[in-house]
Every structure is written in C-alpha cells, then in structure tokens.
C-alpha cells in the first residue's frame, strides 16, 4: 500500500540524516514490474533519492538496509 512506502522512505531518510547525511531530493517512481522475479515479487515500488553525505556513513546505511524487510534491492552510486 502507499502509505506503508511512504512510511519507508520516510524511514530510509531518517537513515541518512541519522548518519550526518541530508536528503538533498526525493523522487518516487512508483509501483513497476521487475526485471526478474525478486523472493516470488512479480513487481516492485521504485524510489530515487539523492543524499549528501559522508563515506564513512554509508556503511551504516548499508546495513541498515539489508535489515529493512521490504527493502528488495538498493544500489548506491557516487554522483
């Protein structure tokens, strides 16, 4: 539903900011099929967000992800 994953990404950006991050945009894409099935997941809510941010923080956010149940897959790439 949509406000479990608003309730989500809130939750992420409460991650980095917990981290000495900051959230710098937010763009939610919305629900999409997947490329390939992801825990018998036909489908997947996609969500963007640009984050400042120190290196040494981004383990803590890592972890912090994989623990996150909903959370299918995430990737981190330095802009």
């Known amino acids: 539903p949509e406000d479990e994953v608003t309730a989500l990404v809130e939750r992420v950006k409460q991650f980095v900011t917990d981290g000495g991050g900051e959230v710098t945009q937010t763009d939610l894409w919305g629900r ?3 490329a390939y099935p992801i825990r018998k ?3 997947g ?3 963007l967000l640009k984050m400042q ?3 040494s923080s981004l383990s803590g956010l890592v972890r912090n992800l ?3 149940e909903p959370v ?3 990737l981190i790439v330095r802009e």
């Open 66 to 68: 994989k623990l996150t």
């Open 72 to 74: 299918m897959r995430y």
């Open 45 to 47: 809510y996609y969500a």
């Open 41 to 43: 997941a036909q489908e």
């Open 32 to 34: 999409r099929r997947l």
């Open 53 to 55: 941010t120190a290196p």
